[in-house]
């Protein structure tokens, strides 16, 4: 997404948080991809503050929980749910964009996540959008952008490969272990879309094969 909105022209702030995830190994990459498209780099520290306490429950911030292979079409990715996680990330990422000027914000919810997640459906973004400006009026005006919003993996991968994306230097894997374990849901549309895009996947994986579709 960062990639695809520097070609339109924007000029990049770039966000992260932590907020107690097993995959934090995710800030990393993201703070090296925000050098390479010079871009200033924040994180944003949720689990220092408490946060991680609160949501507990979910196999990406409850290390009691375990985080389970395959498809997201199958039942048992609900439990990968972070209650509230982009209404919350997107509340602090908006009052940000206020004290820096900017226009929009930027989030990379894609057509995937709507069966397991509502917080990256449209009618959340559209209510989002609609309830921010009422929080900032008399501040600022902002545009919440969601450019794959209507986008599989693999139309976002063909898209990366026209923009020369590094994607060995990307990170999706939910267990955040020293390699992809291959076989998280995470992984598990990773490897798929990279195949359905028919471009050459760069990640380097635990397992050689992934799960089944079920």
Same mark, same amino acid.
Not at 77 to 103: E, Q
Not at 115 to 123: G, L
Not at 132 to 151: H, K, Q, R, Y
């Given at each position: 997404?960062a990639?695809s ?6 000029r990049?702030i770039a ?10 190994? /995710?800030l990393e990459?993201?703070?090296q991809m925000?050098?390479? !498209? ?7 520290d ?6 991680t306490s609160?949501?507990?429950g979910s *196999?990406?911030t409850d290390e ?5 292979d395959g498809h997201? *079409?199958?039942?048992s990715? +609900?439990i990968t749910?972070v209650?509230?996680?982009? *209404?919350?990330? !997107?509340?602090?990422?908006c009052?940000l964009?206020?004290t +820096?000027d900017?226009?929009a914000v *930027?989030?990379?919810?894609?057509a ?6 509502p917080?990256? +459906?449209?009618?959340f ?5 609609s ?5 900032v009026?008399?501040?600022a005006t902002? /545009? ?6 209507s986008?599989?993996?693999?139309a976002?991968?063909e898209l990366?490969s026209?923009l020369n994306?590094?994607?060995e +230097?990307?990170w ?5 272990g ?5 076989t998280?849901?995470?992984c598990f /549309?990773?490897r /798929?879309?990279?195949?359905q895009?028919?471009v ?5 994986y635990?397992?050689?094969a992934?799960p089944?579709?079920?």
């Amino acid at each position: 997404m960062a990639y695809s909105l520097r070609a339109q022209g924007y000029r990049l702030i770039a966000i992260s948080f932590d907020y107690g995830q097993r995959h934090r190994k /995710e800030l990393e990459f993201a703070e090296q991809m925000a050098a390479d !498209l010079d871009a200033p780099w924040t994180l944003i520290d949720l689990h220092a503050a408490g946060l991680t306490s609160f949501l507990t429950g979910s *196999a990406l911030t409850d290390e009691t929980v375990t985080v389970p292979d395959g498809h997201y *079409a199958d039942e048992s990715m +609900r439990i990968t749910v972070v209650p509230n996680r982009n *209404a919350i990330m !997107l509340s602090i990422a908006c009052a940000l964009a206020v004290t +820096r000027d900017a226009g929009a914000v *930027a989030f990379g919810a894609h057509a995937g996540d709507h069966f397991i997640y509502p917080d990256c +459906r449209p009618e959340f973004v559209h209510a989002f959008e609609s309830m921010v400006n009422l929080a900032v009026d008399g501040l600022a005006t902002l /545009e919440i952008i969601t450019p794959f919003l209507s986008m599989t993996k693999t139309a976002i991968v063909e898209l990366g490969s026209e923009l020369n994306v590094p994607f060995e +230097r990307t990170w999706s894997c939910y267990k955040g272990g020293t390699l992809h374990c291959g076989t998280c849901g995470t992984c598990f /549309e990773r490897r /798929e879309a990279f195949a359905q895009a028919q471009v050459v996947d760069p990640t380097t994986y635990e397992t050689d094969a992934a799960p089944a579709r079920t």
